[in-house]
C-alpha cells in the first residue's frame, strides 16, 4: 500500500498570513495515462470533507484562488496564500493512483493563532 | 447539482451488522462511483471500497474484505454499504462520495454515526 506522510500535524497561522503542507508518498504517483492522481480534502469541524484540489493542482469549482496545490513524483505541497477564518479545520492529501487500497494522508489541523 | 443524502444514525451491538444507504440526485446518467471512507471519534479518513454505479463492479480494501458488501439499486439511484460481524473499533462516521472515476470524490454525503457498543 502507498503510504501517505503529511507534515506538520498541526499549523497554527495568524490571519492573512500564508500556511504549506506537506504530503509525501512513499512511492511515484504518475499513472501509466501521465496524470498524478494527487488530492486534496479539507474538512472544517462537524462537517462532512471536500474536495479543493485534484491532480495535484487543479482547483475544484467554488475553491477560493488563495488555495494552490504543486508539487511531482512524491513530493507535494497545498498552499494557503493569505489564511482566512473560515479556512480552519484539517486537510488530507489522498493518492488514487495506485488501488487498491486508496490511501489518505494522516491529515493536518489548521487553526488561527 | 448532486447530493448525495444518506441514512440516519445507527447504534449496534457487537457482532451485528449494519447496512447504510446512500441516496444520489442530479446526476444525468449511472456512469459515475460510489467511495465508502469512514472516519472513527478524531481520526482521519480510511477508503472501504467502491462501487461503479453503472456496472456494478467493486473494489474493497483488503482490510474489509469478507465483512463488507457494497451494492446499489439503480431504480432508486441509492448505494448500500454492509458492514457485518461489527467490532467496537468499527464505531465510526460513514461517508459516501461520488465522482465519475475510482479515485474521484466530487461530492460527499452527510455521513452517518454507527456506533457499535453493548
Known amino acids: 500500500d502507498v503510504v501517505m506522510t503529511q507534515s506538520p500535524l498541526s499549523l497554527a497561522v495568524t490571519l492573512g498570513q500564508p500556511a504549506s503542507i506537506s504530503c509525501r508518498s512513499s512511492q511515484s504517483l504518475v499513472y501509466s495515462d501521465g496524470n498524478t492522481y494527487l488530492n486534496w480534502f479539507q474538512q472544517r469541524p462537524g462537517q462532512s470533507p471536500r474536495r479543493l484540489i485534484y491532480k495535484v493542482s487543479k482547483r475544484d469549482s467554488g475553491v477560493p484562488d488563495r488555495f494552490s496545490g504543486s508539487g511531482s513524483g512524491t513530493d507535494f505541497t497545498l498552499k494557503i496564500s493569505r489564511v482566512e477564518a473560515e479556512d480552519v479545520g484539517v486537510y488530507y492529501c489522498m493518492q488514487g493512483t495506485h488501488w487498491p487500497p486508496l490511501t489518505f494522508g494522516g491529515g493536518t489541523k489548521v487553526e488561527i493563532k | 447539482q448532486v447530493q448525495l443524502v444518506q441514512s440516519g444514525v445507527e447504534v449496534k451491538k457487537p457482532g451485528a451488522s449494519v447496512k447504510v444507504s446512500c441516496k444520489a440526485s442530479g446526476y444525468n446518467s449511472n456512469n459515475y462511483g460510489i467511495n465508502w471512507v469512514r472516519q472513527a471519534p478524531g481520526q482521519g479518513l480510511e477508503w472501504m471500497g467502491w462501487?461503479?454505479?453503472?456496472?456494478?463492479?467493486?473494489n474493497y480494501a483488503q482490510k474489509f474484505q469478507g465483512r463488507v458488501t457494497m451494492t446499489t439499486d439503480t431504480s432508486t439511484n441509492t448505494a448500500y454499504m454492509e458492514l457485518r460481524s461489527l467490532r467496537s473499533d468499527d464505531t465510526a462516521v460513514y461517508y459516501c462520495?461520488?465522482?465519475?472515476?475510482?479515485?474521484?470524490?466530487?461530492?460527499w454525503g452527510q455521513g452517518t454515526l454507527v456506533t457499535v457498543s453493548s
Open positions: 462520495a461520488s465522482g465519475y472515476n475510482y479515485n474521484d470524490f466530487d461530492y
Open positions: 462501487i461503479s454505479i453503472y456496472k456494478g463492479n467493486t
